[in-house]
């Protein structure tokens, strides 16, 4: 085990290494960097899934600082459970690099992309198994540098170095806000190490408890991208090349609910109650705002990201969830909970890196990732629309695929409060669960309209009309996620029997084997159950058995081709369909209350009321909390750093004399201590 | 053997009964507008010759268009086979609950609203956008109503809660689940597309929903959608008829109980398709922007149902 741990982390270095070596020959340095980063998933995946089916975990000690502790790693079944979602998401992007970074040949610096990459996977899986709270850190910094290098990539893009700014901001302050409970748990046992903070967490007093809590949930709500702390993250994940956008989205958002789990169920101890409520109420506002303002966007990447937010949103309902049960002290439940969190963290992963991957076959054909200039790409690209339509289908959990199982889960997680103490959880928890259904079925909404208006219809740009397939490793790179999409939703009992025994590791005995019995999910309060293998047999059974029925009833029958209707005037036209603006119009009217919708017309006559020479339409939705918080911040900010530059006159002996004050007072203040 | 046989039979029932209701619902307008209105036979040779006829497919379309009515046929097929009809068991129903035969209905929908959009027309693309704006508001809807009965039965299966629900007092069952019953009632008349969320009866105006997603479709594809919608609609309405007045449901003793039941079925599904049909008669269409607040009343009729059961103790 600890053998392929290592091999794992040697691949990455071999892999970033290889890009130097073959700095000149770009497509050799193509090949090895993201082949190594290939290999390296599929150690990794392997020996994951080792440890998640029972095998032992393993703990690995090297060196380090003496101030700080041991540089220590540890394999437990949690940890094993995010590099597996790491290794093996990776393997898919890795692949679907090789045929994706050939677009950048002789435009950008192929080697240099291939090194992040590696980095960036290398810095992600450290961060989930690392024992210290000191290196902790700083494999979380080299996760957000080697990210944001990977965002501002394509620098000579004015927003792409908008989008790297604002990430690296909003991603310090996050940080800052780890370092705070880090540091507040550092006072109170006196070490670094994650041992230390667990066996300690018993005696933790509820004020510095409370504080932490506040600290983590920031810090690591602003990496996970919760509202109101998301502003960065539908920036900053469409400016990445398509292929780290997914990982971005898939997986580096996740690190964030390891570092909570981590926190939340490890080192604090007992939980009072009104942390799990307000879980809930970061995550119900973040799945339904998140998926609101995907619906009114137009870039198709950008909406992608922003379904992100709402899928954090899901996992965090589930999560939020297992921490009131725990503070009730009904640990089945708690763990049941749980297991959905993270079953959705691995199906959220699978299909949103499948969008996200199809998302840059598509602008690497189209190069718009705007969704008003594609169309009829189900004709030019028929791979690429069926493996983003398994795509679409999962995320918009429907039956029988992975994001229906976890989603399904989810519900049941929730619907679980009718058992809980107090009217308050009864009423709340299927009220949530009616709020996940609306989230649900918005979902789907913005998936038929980006699936339908990138893909059906007729193309809305010359660019468009002459998109061809991808090639073969971007095919294959899609291929693997899509069929997992199925495979998971099949094979969803044995693997929700692995995660359950997940909160063992930090929940202490769990009653185990509650909630799956031969090939079907239970609900451990006995309300409900479902088998996922059936409800897949039969649906991918009963289309094929019409289609035959129908046949052999009715024999071959004509078919007549011909122009869509046209209501009898001629020249039906692509500028005639429906755009995707006014595809979500019926919403954006239903939810006006929170877009704040405005739009200008401008017409330009040139003197002549009649002859009109141009005219110019522009709508556009205000997003709440950059109005509400964001705006004046900044502009708080900047008005303080005017009145700051008062005391800057440009005068050398003015800077010299504040130097010398300084100086002064730290002595002072130095020498009392 | 013989269950599973019964519940072929029910499914079956399910199947074929479904044009009738749409007929009795036709014929209930056509006697308030003084009209003869069509027999009960021409319901079904009109899906007979739509079967028959030879089909015109657009040029644009994709075999997204080709594969819609036989998924959106498929997964209504399965959904009604979890449906308890005369008995309180059906064929499916241990594969999933609640839950799933929302999210089933839903898939149908998904690959609906998709056609619409592939042949490239204004019309498809606006019925698909208000199907999938309407149906998203009445989704929360459905589920807290399937929530505040599954709260009261203990179970989400819809066949544990048809069962259970059969054994409460009348008087009890009909105090508690009356809010519910308001709440689903508007999901049942939304999903099936009726006025006054949708009129059923129109081609070609700018109100339309349903129609403007399938105008492109002739022949057997047309046959399948329209025939799975009166399924649809029929499913939606047995359960509406079992779960609130489940009584008399599956006293299966012999040929006579089995008959008995049968006809107390009949009974209450064409009761409650003479409500949806009054309600039709007695209704104009209402603007699209008006049709989310009764949504939002049938949600708030389902948070009111689970709210005096949390109230008052189930």
């Known amino acids: 085990m600890e053998l392929l741990f290592l091999t794992q982390i040697l691949l990455y270095f071999l892999g970033g290494a290889s890009a130097f070596l073959f700095n000149r020959r770009e497509e050799a340095a193509n090949r090895l960097t993201h082949l190594s980063a290939a290999l390296a998933g599929l150690v990794g995946t392997f020996y994951s899934l080792a440890i998640l089916s029972g095998q032992k975990g393993f703990s690995l000690e090297c060196g380090g600082f003496p101030e700080t502790g041991p540089l220590s790693f540890t394999v437990d079944p949690l940890s094993a459970f995010f590099i597996f979602v790491i290794s093996f998401l990776s393997i898919a992007t890795s692949i679907f690099a090789i045929g994706y970074t050939r677009e950048y040949q002789g435009k950008k610096r192929i080697p240099l992309l291939g090194f992040f990459y590696n980095l960036f996977l290398l810095a992600m899986i450290l961060v989930v198994c690392v024992q210290n709270a000191f290196y902790f850190l700083m494999f979380w910094e080299l996760m957000s540098l080697a990210s944001y290098f990977l965002v501002v990539f394509e620098h000579e893009k004015r927003e792409a170095r908008r989008a790297g700014m604002l990430y690296l901001v909003m991603t310090h302050i996050g940080t800052s806000f780890i370092a705070a409970a880090f540091w507040l748990l550092f006072l109170h046992s006196g070490t670094f190490s994650f041992d230390a903070f667990h066996a300690n967490a018993a005696t933790l007093p509820p004020v510095l408890k409370n504080a932490i809590f506040v600290c983590a949930l920031i810090g690591f709500g602003t990496k996970a991208g919760v509202i109101p ?6 920036e900053a994940h469409p400016q990445a090349p398509s292929h ?63 379904s992100s937010i709402e899928n954090i949103g899901i996992i965090l309902l589930g999560l939020g969830m297992g921490m009131v049960f725990k503070s009730m002290g009904n640990s089945l439940y708690a763990s049941f909970a749980i297991a959905a969190a993270l079953f959705h963290t691995l199906n959220h992963a699978i299909f949103k890196g499948l969008l996200f991957l199809a998302s840059g ?5 189209t190069h718009t990732r705007n969704i008003e200039h594609l169309g009829g790409l189900i004709r030019r690209m028929p791979w690429t629309a069926a493996l983003f339509l398994v795509g679409a289908l999962s995320i918009s959990a429907l039956p029988p695929l992975n994001g229906f199982i976890s989603e399904w889960m989810t519900f049941i997680a929730l619907l679980l409060g009718f058992e809980g103490e107090g009217v308050g959880v009864r009423f709340f928890s299927p009220l949530l669960a009616s709020l996940l259904g609306l989230a649900g079925a918005l979902a789907m909404t913005c998936f038929v309209k980006a699936f339908g208006i990138c893909f059906l219809g007729e193309p809305r740009s010359p660019h468009t009309a002459e998109a061809s397939e991808v090639s073969g490793s971007m095919k294959w790179g899609m291929g693997i996620l899509a069929g997992s999409c199925f495979l998971f939703a099949f094979a969803a009992p044995w693997i929700v029997g692995m995660l359950g025994k997940i909160p063992e590791s930090f929940m202490g005995s769990v009653p185990t084997g509650g909630f799956v019995r031969n090939a079907s999910l239970l609900s451990p309060s006995g309300v409900s159950q479902i088998s996922p293998l059936t409800v897949g047999l039969t649906l991918l059974l009963v289309i094929p058995f019409l ?3 129908i046949r052999l009833i009715l024999g071959k029958q004509s078919l007549r081709v011909g122009p869509s209707w046209d209501c009898g005037l001629p020249g039906l036209t692509p500028r005639m369909q429906y755009t995707a603006t006014g595809y979500s119009k019926p919403l954006r009217r239903i939810f006006s209350f929170l877009y704040q919708p405005t739009r200008r017309v401008e017409l330009e006559d040139e003197g002549h009321e009649i002859l009109r020479t141009a005219e110019r339409f522009e709508s556009k939705i205000s997003h709440v909390f950059d109005d509400w918080i964001y705006k004046p911040a900044a502009s708080l900010i900047s008005s303080l750093s005017q009145k700051a530059k008062q005391i800057q006159t440009g005068h050398i002996q003015l800077y010299l004399a504040y130097i010398f004050i300084t100086l002064i007072l730290l002595l002072l203040f130095g020498s009392r201590l | ?41 021409q319901v079904y040779f009109d899906l007979l010759k739509l079967f028959q006829k030879v089909m015109v497919v657009s040029k644009t379309a994709s075999w997204i268009f080709h594969a819609m009515p036989y998924v959106l046929f498929g997964v209504t097929l399965v959904a009604a086979a979890m449906t308890p009809v005369v008995r309180p068991s059906s064929l499916l129903g241990f594969v999933g609950d609640a839950i799933l035969f929302v999210y089933l209905l839903a898939l149908g929908r998904f690959f609906l609203a998709l056609a619409a959009l592939d042949t490239g027309t204004t019309f498809g693309g606006m019925g698909s956008s208000r199907e999938m704006t309407l149906s998203s508001l009445a989704e929360p809807a459905l589920l807290l109503s ?3 009965l599954g709260y009261r039965t203990h179970t989400l299966s819809l066949e544990g809660m048809v069962s259970r629900l059969a054994l409460e007092s009348p008087v009890q069952l009909l105090f508690f689940a009356s809010l519910a019953f308001g709440s689903l009632l508007i999901v049942t008349i939304a999903e099936s597309g009726r006025i006054p969320v949708d009129n059923p009866a129109t081609h070609l105006e700018l109100t339309m929903i349903h129609e403007a997603m399938i105008l492109e479709y002739s022949g057997k594809y047309l046959a399948l959608i329209e025939w799975g919608h009166q399924i649809k609609q029929l499913v939606f309405l047995t359960l509406v008829a079992n779960l609130f007045f489940p009584w008399g449901i599956g006293h299966g003793l012999g040929i006579a109980g089995w008959g008995a039941s049968l006809m107390l079925y009949l009974f209450k599904v064409f009761f409650l398709a003479l409500i949806i049909g009054w309600i039709e008669i007695h209704s104009a269409k209402l603007r699209l922007f008006r049709v989310p607040d009764l949504l939002m009343i049938a949600f708030v009729l389902a948070i009111l149902s689970l709210l005096s059961q949390l109230m008052i103790g189930r």
């Open chain 1, 229 to 234: 702390l998301h502003i960065w993250l539908p």
């Open chain 1, 244 to 306: 780290v956008s997914a990982l971005m989205s898939g997986v580096m958002i996740k690190t964030a609910i390891y570092g909570i789990l981590r926190f939340l169920f490890g080192f604090l101890g007992a939980i009072p109650p009104w942390w799990g409520t307000t879980i809930l109420t970061v995550a119900i506002v973040s799945t339904l705002l998140g998926i609101l303002y995907a619906l009114m966007e137009n870039d198709l990447k950008r909406l992608l990201a922003f």
């Open chain 1, 361 to 365: 076959a598509i602008l690497s054909k």
């Open chain 1, 547 to 549: 289609i035959v029925t």
């Open chain 2, 1 to 41: 053997m013989t269950k599973v046989f019964l519940s072929i039979l029910q499914l079956l029932l399910l199947v074929f009964l479904a044009p009738s209701v749409s007929w009795f619902i036709k014929k209930m307008k056509a006697a308030s507008q003084n009209r003869t209105g069509p027999t009960l036979l």
């Open chain 2, 146 to 148: 399937f929530f505040a």
